[in-house]
């Protein structure tokens, strides 16, 4: 079965130190890959994506994320962290279907913790 | 930035009666989808739709539910006869890519509650 694994129910971090949110995945092909983020109340949203090309993107607020192939891994990263990147990190992938709709598979979520 | 947008934002119905939620998706995109999320667990698809057709649904999505596009802006979804293990979030999206490429951007939800 497809599946997105994310080991930590919760990271705490010391806000100005960096931040590893970890992702794995199990499906088939080629997938994409997503981080969204969920403040309290509020709806999914997109921070970054992998589609192709270089293993390291940058997206919103200062995150990253590094593709890792061989360890099917989509981790999740910032260097400083501020206790406003406290919420709920979702890592999400879009298995390859070839010309399906692209629903998405989440991960059950990690709850970053950012103290002062 | 344009925003997908859902009412209510909290529903709280009778065991077995109907309800339907509503959304907004972003004015130019031409592919939806609806999620779930029972609370502590994770985000589950429901089903997408593209072209006035369901184009994928989970083992989820039953009988008891149907989508719709009603006019040009809503998008809605039907749950005939709730149970009360309906109570969740319910999330919109909507892409204006189907393969995937570019990300779904989801409403706030509308929370779901079955008394």
């Known amino acids: 079965a497809q599946s997105v694994a994310q080991p930590e129910d919760q990271v705490n971090v010391a806000e100005g130190n960096p931040l590893t949110v970890k992702c794995t995945y199990s499906?088939?092909?080629?997938?994409?890959l997503f981080w969204y983020v969920q403040y309290p109340n509020r709806g999914l949203q997109f921070l970054l994506k992998?589609?192709?090309?270089?293993?390291l993107v940058k997206g919103s607020y200062g995150f990253e994320a590094e593709f890792n192939k061989s360890q099917t891994s989509f981790h999740l990263k910032k260097p400083s962290a501020l206790v406003s990147d406290s919420a709920l990190y979702f890592c999400?992938?879009?298995?390859?279907?070839?010309?399906?709709?692209?629903?998405?598979?989440f991960g059950k979520g990690t709850k970053l913790s950012v103290k002062p | 930035e344009p925003e997908v947008t859902q009412t209510p934002s909290h529903q709280v119905t009778q065991m077995g009666q109907e309800v339907i939620l509503r959304c907004v998706p972003i004015?130019?995109?031409?592919?939806f989808y609806w999620y779930r999320q029972i609370l502590g667990q994770k985000v589950e698809f429901l089903v997408s739709?593209?072209?006035?057709?369901?184009?994928?649904k989970s083992e989820i999505f039953d009988d008891q539910f149907s989508v719709e596009r009603p006019d040009g802006s809503n998008f809605t979804l039907k749950i005939r006869s709730t149970k009360l293990e309906d109570s969740a979030m319910y999330f919109c999206?909507?892409?204006?890519?189907?393969?995937?490429?570019?990300?779904?951007?989801f409403g706030d939800g509308t929370r779901l509650s079955i008394l």
């Open positions: 999206a909507s892409s204006d890519n189907g393969q995937g490429v570019q990300p779904q951007h």
């Open positions: 499906v088939s092909g080629n997938p994409y």
């Open positions: 992998y589609i192709t090309g270089d293993n």
């Open positions: 999400a992938v879009r298995p390859y279907y070839g010309g399906s709709q692209g629903n998405l598979i």
């Open positions: 004015s130019n995109h031409l592919y």
């Open positions: 739709f593209y072209n006035n057709e369901i184009s994928e």
